[in-house]
Nanobody, 122 residues
Framework: QVQLVESGGGLVQAGGSLRLSCAAS????????MAWFRRAPGKEREFVAG????????AYADSVKGRFTISRDNAKNTVYLQMNSLTPEDTAVYYC???????????????WGQGTQVTVSS
C-alpha cells in the first residue's frame, strides 16, 4: 500500500536520545494511521506508539510513556519517534508501520518498513 523507509537508528549510551524518522511514498500519506513497533532480542514484536491521520490522537506503550514522543509531518510524508532517557531495555529493531483507518490501534498494519537498529549501551 505504501513504501516506508526508516532512518535514525544507531548506538547510544544509556540516558541519551535518538530521533527516528520514517519516510513514506505516495500522495495519500495523510489517510494512514502510523505507528512504531519494535522487536527486542528474544522477544516478540510490540507496539510502541501510534498517531492518527491529523496527529490529534496518540497512543503509547506504558513502557515508553513520558520518554518517547511520536509526531508526523504530513507535508513531508514523514513520521518521527523522539526517544529520550533511553535504557538498555529499549534496544531493539524499530519498525515503522501504516494502515488505513481513523483510530489509533495496535494491530492490522499491512505496510512495514525494513527496520532500523537501536542499541543502548550501559
Amino acid at each position: 500500500q505504501v513504501q516506508l523507509v526508516e532512518s535514525g537508528g544507531g548506538l547510544v549510551q544509556a540516558g541519551g536520545s535518538l530521533r527516528l524518522s520514517c519516510a513514506a511514498s505516495g500522495r495519500t500519506f495523510s489517510n494512514y494511521i502510523m505507528a512504531w513497533f519494535r522487536r527486542a532480542p528474544g522477544k516478540e514484536r510490540e507496539f510502541v506508539a501510534g498517531i492518527s491521520r491529523s496527529g490529534g490522537s496518540i497512543a503509547y506503550a506504558d513502557s515508553v510513556k513520558g520518554r518517547f514522543t511520536i509526531s508526523r509531518d504530513n507535508a513531508k510524508n514523514t513520521v518521527y519517534l523522539q526517544m529520550n532517557s533511553l535504557t538498555p531495555e529499549d534496544t531493539a529493531v524499530y519498525y515503522c508501520a501504516a494502515r488505513v483507518g481513523y483510530y489509533v490501534v495496535d494491530e492490522g498494519y499491512d505496510s512495514w518498513g525494513q527496520g532500523t537498529q537501536v542499541t543502548v549501551s550501559s
